[in-house]
Each structure stands twice: as C-alpha cells, then as structure tokens.
C-alpha cells in the first residue's frame, strides 16, 4: 500500500492519539488548538533545536529539522535530529550505507558502514504513556523507508533531567504504534469525536479548556443512559 499526498498523516497526529483519542479528534478532527505553558515551551525548543548549527566530523553527521515521510504508514513529519555515525565492517549494529557515493575519489571520506540514530528533544520529564515512544518510532519508520536501512535505536532527550534515554525501537512498540495508527485511521474514517475519558493526563492537557473532560463526560454518559432507556421504552 502506497498513501497519497491528501491521504498521509502528521508523525504528531500519532503522538496525540496515543496521549488521549479525544485530545487528537480535537485537533485533528475539529481543527481546535490551544497551547498552554508546556506547549508553548516544547515549541521554542523545537526551534531552537532545529535552528542550532549542523555539525559533523570524520565519524558522525548531525542533521536537524530533517523532513521525514513513509508513503507505507502514511506519515510524515519532521526529525528534531538524526545522527548518521560512521561504522566499520562487522561493528554490531551498523549496516552497509546504500547511498555511499562511489564516484568520490577520496575513499577516506567515504562511509562504507553507517547506523541511523535519530533524537527527539521533549522539554520536560519521562512520562508514564507512551506518546514520545510511539513518535520516536515512527520517526525510526520513516527513515528506515526513506534510507533503505534498519533504525534499532533512537532517543528521547528530556530536558528535566537533562539526559538522553536510549529507545529500543524493537518489536513490541513497532507492533503498538502499527495498532495505534491503524486505531487512528479508523477514528479519522468515522470523523467522530470521542466523549472525554478524564484521568490524570487531563491535568497536563493544553486542550482541557476546550475538551471540559468531566462535563464532557457526565455529557456522554448522560446521552447514553437517556438513548438506553428510550430504546427500553419501546
Ligand atoms: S482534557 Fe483529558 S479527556 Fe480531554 S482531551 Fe485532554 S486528556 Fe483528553
């Protein structure tokens, strides 16, 4: 299956519905956004991090703001970072570089081996769900279709503690983020905002002002009993 352009889906769009189904039909379905102090935050971050000088030397190229697409998954996105390090014959886990340029006559410069690691910049703590897993796997996909070669490995850099967390894009968030995507396209079919589910995500929610989780919820359940019995009446 190849996705078109009007049908490919934004890597966040992913991110979201794996925070909160509800939170993503609001932004996604219903066009609605509203940034909050943490959004605001990750965004200048976001920036800066893509603005930041590209580096490289002799064993790693650094690249920033890397636009990212798998007409497979129908995704697409951007890349905060992704570093292409240089690996050597029979060096675990480094694979033979398909776009090596063989028509460049200095062989030194020329990287026969290489791994593919891309990092994804989050302003604040690990978080107990999965979002961040799921959009640095999903960067990992993109660029594996992208660049013909496997990505094992990514990581998320939080800025509270200020450290990278090595992410093992293995089989079990691949299959996670494959049910989630496959979840969201249906929802996306259907067109139909979820009721709210209020719990401890609505608290760092930028959307819980428009969204009214518990009223929004007494709301649904109300018209699901009022449905029920009207249908027991008959
Ligand atoms: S406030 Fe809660 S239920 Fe509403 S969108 Fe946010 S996380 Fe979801």
Redesign the pocket.
């Known amino acids: 299956m190849s996705y078109r352009d009007q049908d490919l889906l934004p890597i966040a769009a992913l991110q979201h519905f794996c925070?909160?189904p509800?939170?993503w039909a609001?932004i996604h379905l219903e066009q609605q956004w509203q940034d909050n102090l943490l959004t605001s935050q990750g965004h200048i971050l976001h920036e800066r991090v893509h603005e930041a000088q590209e580096e490289s030397g002799p064993d790693l190229r650094v690249s920033r703001g890397l636009k990212l697409l798998s007409r497979r998954l129908g995704l697409y996105g951007v890349a905060d970072v992704v570093e292409f390090q240089r690996g050597f014959a029979g060096q675990s886990p480094y694979y033979p570089c398909p776009s090596n340029d063989s028509s460049r006559s200095d062989r030194e410069d020329r990287w026969q081996y290489w791994r593919i690691f891309p990092v994804e910049y989050k302003r604040g703590r690990p978080k107990v769900h999965r979002a961040d897993h799921w959009q640095l796997c999903a960067q990992g996909l993109c660029l594996e279709e992208m660049l013909n070669t496997p990505v094992l490995q990514g990581a998320i850099f939080y800025g509270q503690p200020r450290r990278r967390e090595v992410v093992c894009l293995d089989e079990r968030l691949r299959a996670e983020v494959n049910k989630g995507l496959e979840e969201m396209r249906c929802m996306w079919e259907l067109g139909q905002t979820p009721p709210?589910?209020?719990?401890s995500?609505?608290r760092a929610?930028s959307?819980?002002s428009l969204?009214l989780?518990k009223a929004s919820a007494k709301s649904a359940l109300r018209y699901l009993r009022r449905n029920l019995t009207q249908l027991a009446e008959q």
Request: some cysteine.
């Open positions: 925070f909160c509800r939170q609001l709210a589910q209020a719990g995500s609505c929610c959307m819980s969204c989780p």
